[in-house]
């Protein structure tokens, strides 16, 4: 697995920052960056993605692998215990981690995500996640990636080119394609509605069972994470806090001053 450090190497205070579906460990260079003084911070790709392998078994692009694989993970950095920053996927990940009786997981940063995901929500997602697009230009792949991410919310030109940038590869032929195996695209289209009813009743449970201190960061205008499910994990498991973030949807992608800010409040009020 491929994973990029900020900070002291040996600062037993770390970090770990997970994206989300089709995203990489670079989205966290902004986050990374003004927290390094603080905590030593590992931003993990997730398998399939960015520099990370691809699996020869598509049937294994989900979270028990990807929970598996960051255990791993903190053997491999030697972090007995950490604080976690999870985007989408990368928040479900933490929240079963942070599920585990003796869990490393001391702070959880859940970021626009929960135990209850929106189906529409969900469709919309898998309607481009599979698409074999190429570009000949990385000019138009870039306006691509910046129109399908329009619920990132406002972002300067320069920011949206970073963002388009780091989920992009150039082919061999020069054309440019999104950096992740496309076969990611196989456990939308095998789920089925029983299948989502009993992953949404595992996921309560396991955040039912979390202990640490909890921060819920949900875009305004989110389609995945609702208002309602939102206030439900304000009152159950850890009882998380929330901060929202007004004109934006899924995700919010911690580029923007005020979003760092509140994750850099929450972690260091401890």
């Not at 599920?99 to 959880?108: E, V």
Request: glycine content about 8%; overall charge negative; aromatic content about 8%.
């Amino acid at each position: 697995m491929a994973y990029q450090e900020w900070g002291d190497p040996h600062n037993p205070r770390v970090l770990v920052c997970v994206h989300g579906l089709t995203r990489v460990s670079s989205d966290f260079d902004a986050l990374a960056t003004s927290l390094c003084d603080t905590y030593r911070v590992v931003c993990p790709d997730v398998v399939g993605r960015g520099y990370s392998g691809h699996l020869a078994n598509p049937a294994f692009y989900a979270i028990p692998q990807y929970v598996s694989d960051m255990v791993t993970l903190l053997a491999r950095v030697n972090a007995e215990q950490v604080d976690w920053v999870g985007t989408s996927m990368g928040g479900l990940i933490g929240m079963i981690l942070a599920a585990q009786n003796d869990s490393p997981i001391r702070q959880l940063v859940l970021n626009d995500v929960g135990p209850a995901l929106d189906p529409a929500a969900l469709a919309r997602i898998g309607t481009y996640v599979g698409d074999d697009v190429r570009f000949a230009t990385r000019d138009e792949a870039v306006a691509y990636i910046r129109a399908i991410s329009d619920s990132f919310g406002p972002h300067s030109d320069v920011q949206w080119d970073k963002m388009a940038g780091d989920v992009l590869r150039q082919n061999p032929d020069g054309s440019w394609r999104r950096h992740y195996d496309l076969r990611l695209s196989q456990a939308f289209a095998n789920a089925t509605p029983e299948a989502l009813k009993a992953g949404e009743q595992t996921l309560w449970a396991a955040y039912d069972a979390i202990q640490a201190r909890t921060l819920l960061i949900r875009g305004a205008e989110s389609d995945l994470l609702t208002p309602e499910t939102a206030a439900q994990m304000q009152q159950r498991g850890p009882k998380a806090a929330l901060t929202e973030f007004d004109g934006v949807g899924h995700a919010p992608m911690f580029q923007q001053p005020e979003q760092i800010q509140a994750v850099k409040d929450f972690l260091l009020a401890k």
